[in-house]
């Protein structure tokens, strides 16, 4: 009996690490690297410091700024299903990789601009200052990922964006 439990315990543990349950964030170094790189990115697009501040606090809490985060779910905004199929798409149509920075935050854009409309345009509304940046990752995170839990959620991530728009 005790033969088949660990059987079935390592069988269970190969199939979570397959699955990507146990993927690890970036180390601390790569996270600095990959969290100036996304600012740069968002920036670049237009995006205010107080809006870049809230996409990136939800990035933290989703991918820990690992683009390659994720088993089911994928990548800095941890995509999953359709989405994960048409960042692949996305990024295959204009000379991008599926898992880089850039790829991702310029999908990330595209899906804002398209199929979350409202939620671009609060953040693109939400100024420039730490109180906007509050607002821009509560809306991002409430509207956009949609997590269980969404109000404490929305909340967590928008005071973690407050603290980022004074760091960046």
Known sequence: MKTI??????IV?????????FTSHTSHTNAASNRAKIYSTLRSLGYSKAGAAGI????????GY??????????LVQWTGGRKANLRRYCARH???????????????HELKTSYRGVY?????????????????????????????RSS????????????????
């Open 95 to 109: 000379g991008l990789s599926a898992s880089s920075i850039k790829g991702q935050v310029k999908f990330l854009d």
């Open 5 to 10: 439990i660990k059987k079935c315990s390592l």
């Open 66 to 75: 690992n683009p390659r985060s994720g088993g089911v779910c994928y990548g």
């Open 56 to 63: 990136m606090s939800n990035i933290k809490y989703e991918s």
């Open 121 to 149: 345009r609060s953040i693109k509304g939400a100024g420039n200052s730490a109180s906007g940046a509050y607002r821009a990752a509560y809306k991002f995170c409430y509207d956009f990922e949609r997590p269980a839990a």
């Open 13 to 21: 543990m190969i199939c979570l690490l397959c699955a990507g349950i």
């Open 153 to 168: 959620a929305s909340a967590r991530r928008a005071s973690y964006a407050r603290s980022l728009y004074h760091i960046l």
